[in-house]
């Protein structure tokens, strides 16, 4: 798990070579039911590596696309 502005970041590899990030807020536990939905997602492109998948997801908080 990657900490990364109030977000955990979690990579995987979903098959050989294609990697994806799970990214949930850290307080996403806090979070009401309503909200509890937007707290988490997983990036929609392949990274070749972990380190890739990671960047990716910190590119996405970056943009506000987290909520």
Do not use: K
């Amino acid at each position: 798990m990657t900490p990364y502005a109030g977000y955990a970041i979690e990579p995987f590899e979903r098959a050989p070579g294609l990697w994806r990030a799970s990214v949930r807020r850290a307080d996403a536990g806090s979070a009401t039911q309503a909200s509890a939905d937007l707290a988490t997602f997983t990036t929609s492109a392949d990274a070749p590596t972990r380190d890739d998948a990671v960047r990716l997801a910190q590119a996405a908080i970056d943009a506000g696309l987290a909520c």
